[in-house]
């Protein structure tokens, strides 16, 4: 996928497609090329699907939180001149489209979360890899996912790079207090958006009751279930999250 990402100004992303912008974003340890199922699906059917580089690692370390990177997508949306876009958020990338959403109501027309933080944030805070343990890191890895053969072994060694980077490391635990600061339950009840929860029923990352009580809070939302599947749903099962997707936005004319 690296051939693909564009570089504009200060932003990288990859863009495929014409039509109704849909915009994915990205965990905290998930690279653009695990959506690569949703970017070979979606452009076929009308939709222009955008993955921007979230500045994880690029922000001064005080500025590194939810906050601004939802502020960083909000610059991203005007810089490509969009309206009435669809946000689509795994893990962390779910809970900045959630803050983002609250934050720019008038700019999201839906909103689509899978094992997105935002609630519950065992994620990040539950024994964070320790640095230079390939094989511990190997196992929170493939605990991501149901089938521990998903972890590949370029995922793990991507992980283990940025553990064993003093910079990255601060700034992922950085990012991982603020995503606890920044809880969203009594937000959510306000937030009027039509709201996707797709939510793999094997999820040890955000539990299943996580994707419940997103759906209570949430007014508009409907909530699907994947079986035998983890915390990335559109890595692990993606034709099925495909066509689960798809099937809700026609439903919803959107």
Avoid at 228 to 254: S, T, Y
Wanted: glycine content about 8%; charged content about 25%; proline content about 6%.
């Amino acid at each position: 996928m690296e051939e693909h990402i564009k570089k504009e100004g200060e932003y990288r992303f990859i863009e495929v497609g014409e039509g109704t912008p849909m915009i994915i974003l990205h965990g905290l340890m998930g690279g653009l090329s695990n959506f690569h199922g949703v970017t070979d699906y979606f452009p076929k059917k009308g939709y222009k699907v955008l993955i921007p580089e979230l500045p994880i690692y690029s922000l001064p370390l005080l500025k590194t939180n939810v906050k601004n990177f939802a502020r960083f997508l909000e610059e991203f949306i005007e810089y490509k001149g969009f309206k009435d876009v669809i946000l689509l958020g795994n893990s962390l990338g779910g809970h900045v489209g959630l803050l983002h959403t609250k934050l720019y109501p008038k700019m999201v027309k839906a909103l689509v979360i899978t094992g997105s933080s935002g609630l519950y944030e065992s994620a990040m805070g539950d024994g964070y890899p320790k640095r230079g343990d390939y094989e511990f890191i190997k196992k929170k890895a493939q605990d991501v996912f149901y089938d521990p053969a998903v972890a590949t072994e370029e995922i793990v060694d991507e992980v283990y790079a940025t553990v064993n980077d003093r910079s990255k490391l601060v700034k992922t635990l950085a990012i991982a207090k603020s995503a606890i600061r920044h809880n969203m339950s009594k937000d959510l009840p306000k937030m009027k958006t039509p709201t996707c929860i797709i939510w793999g029923e094997n999820d040890s990352v955000t539990p299943p009751n996580v994707a419940r009580e997103f759906h209570e809070l949430l007014p508009d939302s409907e909530l699907f279930w994947i079986e035998k599947c983890g915390h990335a749903p559109m890595m692990e099962h993606p034709n099925e999250f495909n066509v689960i997707l798809d099937e809700w936005l026609q439903k919803r004319k959107f």
